[in-house]
């Protein structure tokens, strides 16, 4: 019994096709359809009594990459890392870093004090505080019939 095989490029090329994909997926299989391909970092907002609290997942980024503003009841974060300067003399074989900005736009209700919001950047994640107003209650008022 003789085996032939027949060379057909169009069944290799799908072949190889279904092969990349399915070796490429076990290594992206991890990562969130929103972080890979929307490019918007995963955030935490936990709310305490006093304030609520913003968690930015950006590691990598440095403070000055932020760009965090308050337009109207609008609050927007984002950050944009610069490429660093290549030497040109060097020939690369493989390059893999990236550099990527993204850009997350949150709206706050009338009980956030606009005027005391802070953010700190450490250990890679941005961390921003938006305090709660005071709820000023209406005061009781007793009215004389005439």
């Known amino acids: 019994m003789t085996f032939v095989k027949v ?5 290799k090329n799908f072949d190889g ?3 990349d994909i399915f070796n490429e997926i ?14 918007f970092p995963p955030v935490n907002i936990v709310e305490k009594d006093n304030a609520y609290h913003l968690e930015v997942a950006a590691p990598g980024m440095e403070k000055t990459d932020f760009t965090l ?9 984002s ?5 660093e300067v290549r030497d040109e003399t060097l020939k690369s074989i493989r390059k893999e870093f990236s550099y990527k900005g ?8 009338e009980k956030i004090d606009a005027a005391n ?9 941005l961390k921003v505080d938006l305090p709660k107003k005071e709820e000023t209650k209406a005061a009781s008022k007793e009215i004389t019939i005439q």
């Open 79 to 83: 950050a944009a890392k610069k490429e």
């Open 69 to 77: 503003k308050l337009d109207g009841t609008l609050l927007t974060i």
């Open 117 to 125: 919001i802070a953010a700190k950047y450490e250990n890679g994640i």
């Open 26 to 39: 076990p290594a992206n299989f991890g990562k969130t359809f929103r972080e890979e391909v929307l490019g």
């Open 102 to 109: 993204f850009k997350r736009s949150f709206t706050l209700d």
């Open 17 to 19: 096709l279904m092969k």
């Open 7 to 11: 060379n057909n490029p169009v069944v």
